[in-house]
């Protein structure tokens, strides 16, 4: 069945380094989500993608599409200690499937 | 708006006890999610709903779980009897529609279970 794999699981920066999570999927997405997790906390949308190499920025934060609609990235530039959590992709086709996330640690 | 809201926040249970979790969507929203979320697994769809009608529970471990939603503005996940691997955080979600799979999904605070 459809698989939506994220890689790093897990990622300890510097504060003020860059941060770069990476999204694949086993099949081609009619879009990806991107949702942040705070620690004690719950999903929080941040951005949706749906156009073939789309690029969106918030901020600091940059989201990628791939061309081929299977793969995406979060970029976080000069992470901040507020960047701390999990952060999920979420892509399908005919249903919303969530990979297992990367968890952002800051060292200060 | 309130949001998704869930109860408890918190159950803390002991094995074969039965536990159900509750859940108020946004207003107005077609769409209504349960996940189960633990370090090892991750965020699991678990069962959804659209306009009152559960559509996918393929992800539904086993029998003692079981989901309603008698109305639009409520939903019931209920665990029986409850067991120490259903541990978890469980979260409820909805989501607007048209296209489940291309809303954005809001989330409730979660409810974390504590099965001894």
């Known amino acids: 069945g459809q698989q939506v794999m994220q890689i790093p699981q897990y990622q300890h920066v510097q504060e003020g380094e860059d941060f770069t999570t990476y999204c694949n999927s086993s099949?081609?997405?009619?879009?990806i989500q991107w949702y942040k997790q705070r620690p004690g906390g719950h999903p929080v949308f941040l951005i949706q993608?749906?156009?073939?190499?789309e690029v969106k920025k918030q901020k600091r934060l940059t989201f990628q599409f791939g061309e081929a609609k299977k793969n995406s990235s979060l970029h976080i530039t000069a992470t901040q200690t507020t960047d701390v959590g999990t952060y999920f992709c979420?892509?399908?086709?005919?249903?919303?499937?969530f990979g297992k996330g990367t968890r952002l640690h800051i060292l200060p | 708006d309130a949001g998704v809201i869930q109860s408890p926040r918190h159950e803390v249970t002991e094995m074969g006890q039965e536990v159900t979790l509750r859940c108020k969507p946004i207003?107005?929203?077609?769409?209504l999610f349960w996940y189960r979320q633990t370090m090892m697994r991750g965020l699991e769809l678990l069962i959804y709903?659209?306009?009152?009608?559960?559509?996918?529970d393929s992800g539904m471990p086993e029998d003692r779980f079981s989901a309603k939603m008698p109305n639009a503005s409520f939903s019931t996940l209920k665990i029986q009897p409850s067991e120490p691997r259903d541990s978890a955080v469980y979260f409820c979600?909805?989501?607007?529609?048209?296209?489940?799979?291309?809303?954005?999904?809001?989330f409730g605070p979660g409810t974390r279970l504590t099965v001894l």
């Open positions: 709903f659209n306009n009152n009608v559960p559509i996918d």
């Open positions: 207003s107005g929203h077609d769409y």
């Open positions: 979600a909805s989501s607007p529609g048209p296209n489940h799979y291309t809303d954005t999904q809001y």
């Open positions: 993608l749906v156009k073939s190499g």
């Open positions: 979420a892509g399908g086709d005919d249903k919303i499937i």
């Open positions: 099949t081609t997405l009619s879009n």
